[in-house]
Each structure stands twice: as structure tokens, then as C-alpha cells.
């Protein structure tokens, strides 16, 4: 039988935030408490309620990168909440202001001791790699079996960053992953909406931030965050490229093909990082 650790982990990595996540789309079919079923705050709220589980409650004022997470997805939870109808130019142009203003609080502690030269390409891979893939996405409704592109890449966040040597961070890529699952679960056979551009900027918000993290605090290698990225970014030529093989009316054709798309470079990533990072007879 599994142990009680392994049983607790498993409640506050998956049960507790799948559960939120969850309760906040069934009260969400009721008019008046309609916003609750909302993309951005389901994902926000259920990935909060997972973060205290797995991490605790953060400090205050923050003292860890990890810290400084609730505020950042509570930021963009309101950035895109406001910014939804906005022109697109004005959506950019605070977009901009939201990444530096992370980027430059996580990345704070090092500023102060001086960056080398590794940490400064990480962080820049990573700051162009959330720009893009937000521009990218900032487009119009998606289907919900495409989005099973963000659950892919949140549990290749996961498993890398445990194989890295960081359990936290792993257990908080399996919150995303988790809560994302049950987002496009509902979004394609409860309500069968598509999903919108601000719950997918909630889910964006979430990996980059776990990614960059992970790259600038862990021992994640840069070819594994850069993997993730690229995925990220490129997630609409995956969803092009499963629409034109598998046509319209086969949602879980189509949700199982592109998942098997974004899954092979993974675990050729998670394969790689094993065999070069974890020494013989630790698995």
C-alpha cells in the first residue's frame, strides 16, 4: 500500500486543487455567481489552494521566489480580467510592464549579488519565451482538446524539476497540470465552450513563472525550460497540425493525438535528463 507521504502529496498536488477547481465550474453554471466558472479565476483559485498544500502559506513580506507566486498570478488574473475587451496594443503594452515587473522581483536576489553570464541568457530565454508565447496565444477562442498541450508541458515541468532535485516545484507543476486537466475536462464535455484567451494567459502565467523559477533557482538544465518553451509557443501549430489529421467530430481523437504530439519530445527531454542527471541505482 502507498505510504502516508506519498498518499499526502498526492491530496495537496492533485486532489485538493482538481477538487477546487472543480467546485468553482459547477457554481459557475449558476447566473449569478457565473464569473466563478470563469477560465482565469478557476485556474488562479485552484492552483492557490494546491500552492498551500504543497508549499505552505507564504511569507510576508516574501523572502523566496516562491513566495512572490500567489502575487503574481493574482496580478495577472486582474491584468487579463481587465484587458479582456482592450485594444490589443494596450493588452501588449501592460503585458510588457506585468513580465519585467516579475522578472525583475524574482530575479532581485541575484541583481543584488551580480549575475554571471549563464543566469543573464536563462533569464532572457525566458523572458522572450513568455512574450511570445503570450503573444501567441493572445488570439481567439481555442478548442479545449488542443489545450491539452498546458497539461503536457506542466507535467514534463513537474517531473523534470523533481528529476532536477527540486520536490516542490514538481509537486506545483502537478497542481497546474491537475487543475488544467479539469478545466479542459469541463470546458469540452460540461460546458463545451471553447477555451478563452484569459484562461489560457492564467495557465501561461503559471508555467512560465514555474519555469523561470526552476531555471534561475534550481538545477533545472536550459535545454529543459527552452524544450517546455518552445512547446508552449508553439502549441497553435500543434492544434493546426491535429485538426488537419484528425477532422471535426472526434474531440477525443483529437485531444489524444495532440496530446501524443506535445508528449514525445517531452519524455524524450524527461529520458535525456534521467540518464544524464540521476547517478545508477537511484531509481
Known sequence: MPSSLV????????VIPAAAAALLLALGRWRPLAWLGHGAVVLTAGFLAGYLGVYGRPALPPVQALDWLPAALLVALLLYGITGRAERGVRRA?????????????AAPLVRYGLDRATSIAGACLVVGWWAAALVHDRRDDDPAFGIVYVVI????????????????????????????????????????????????AAITALVVLLFIGQIYGNTPLWATVLLLALLVLQPAIALLSARVIRRGAPLARLAFTAVLAAMPVAAGVYFLIHTHVQPGEF
Not at 501592460?94 to 524574482?106: T, W
Not at 514534463?156 to 502537478?174: D, R, Y
Open 154 to 201: 506542466a507535467v514534463g515541468a513537474a517531473v523534470i524539476a523533481a528529476v532536477a532535485g527540486s520536490v516542490v516545484l514538481g509537486q506545483l507543476g502537478g497542481v497546474l497540470a491537475a487543475v488544467t486537466a479539469v478545466w479542459l475536462l469541463w470546458s469540452g464535455v460540461v460546458s463545451r465552450r471553447a477555451l478563452t484567451p484569459t484562461g489560457r494567459g
Open 94 to 106: 501592460l503585458l510588457v510592464l506585468f513580465v519585467a515587473g516579475v522578472v525583475m522581483v524574482l
Open 7 to 14: 498518499l499526502d502529496q498526492l491530496l495537496s498536488t492533485v
